[in-house]
């Protein structure tokens, strides 16, 4: 089965950290950038960090500097590194790529999302 798998959200005081991964069944190593995107409680999804295939990164400015992202190609697998997380920060965070199908060909597809609670 084609798919997306996220992991590691939690809850987490304010300043604290949390990890979270993305596994896909297959490779992600298509020519398209990998996504992290995240959606607030009665607010529309919003991308938070991208990294291309050969690891090029871009973020928004709300997670610049506290969040990095990362890939491991060999695992299938994209991380997000959350630091110094505030209570603005609380969402559903959701991986978004390209994953490889048995036929050959890509498939874009959104994970079902780890939720990230930040206390104050």
């Known amino acids: 089965q084609v798919q997306l798998v996220e992991s590691g959200g939690g809850l987490v005081q304010a300043g604290g950290s949390l990890r979270l991964s993305c596994v896909a069944s297959?490779?992600?190593?298509?020519?398209?950038?990998v996504g992290w995107y995240r959606q607030a409680p009665g607010k529309q999804r919003e991308l938070a960090a991208t990294i291309t295939r050969t690891g090029s990164t871009n973020y928004a400015d709300s997670v610049k500097g506290r969040f990095t992202i990362s890939r491991d190609n060999a695992k299938n697998t994209v991380y997000l590194q959350m630091n110094g997380l505030k209570p603005e920060d609380t969402a559903v965070y959701y991986c978004?790529?390209?994953?490889?199908?048995?036929?050959?060909?890509?498939?874009?597809?959104w994970g079902q999302g780890t939720l990230v609670t930040v206390s104050s």
């Open positions: 297959l490779s992600i190593r298509s020519p398209n950038a």
């Open positions: 978004n790529a390209d994953v490889l199908t048995t036929g050959g060909s890509y498939l874009r597809l």
